[in-house]
Nanobody
Framework: QVRLIESGGGLVQAGGSLRLSCAAS????????MGWFRQAPGKEREFVSA???????YYADSVKGRFTISIDNAKDTVYLQMNTLKPQDTVNYYC?????????????????WGQGTQVTVSS
């Protein structure tokens, strides 16, 4: 069983930056795909970014050019560097992992989820 623990959320002004971290434990996630989704209250989960087993990266159009995903395989940790944050980025962010290792923008294809970390961007 994989456990994902996020950190790094918080309050920032519009135009600012935050870096989210997600540490995996329980078993190695080598070969897994890892990524981030976000969800606003009353809305569906939205794909943000992912990195697959071959280190290819993927981004939602809404964050492309502003967010960067990276992974430290030695630490089983994935990061999401978020720059030029906007008030509409204010939601709960969830770290995800997928054993199959391939990217998917469908939340149903990701088996493991963290508890979420809140990001609030003030205008």
């Amino acid at each position: 069983q994989v456990r994902l623990i996020e950190s790094g959320g918080g309050l920032v002004q519009a135009g600012g930056s935050l870096r989210l971290s997600c540490a995996a434990s329980g078993r190695s996630v080598s070969g897994y795909a890892m990524g981030w989704f976000r969800q606003a209250p009353g809305k569906e989960r939205e794909f943000v970014s992912a990195v697959d087993w071959n280190s290819r990266t993927y981004y939602a159009d809404s964050v492309k050019g502003r967010f960067t995903i990276s992974i430290d395989n030695a630490k089983d940790t994935v990061y999401l560097q978020m720059n030029t944050l906007k008030p509409q980025d204010t939601v709960n962010y969830y770290c995800v992992a997928r054993e199959r290792g391939y990217y998917s923008s469908d939340s149903k294809n990701w088996e493991y989820w963290g508890q979420g970390t809140q990001v609030t961007v003030s205008s």
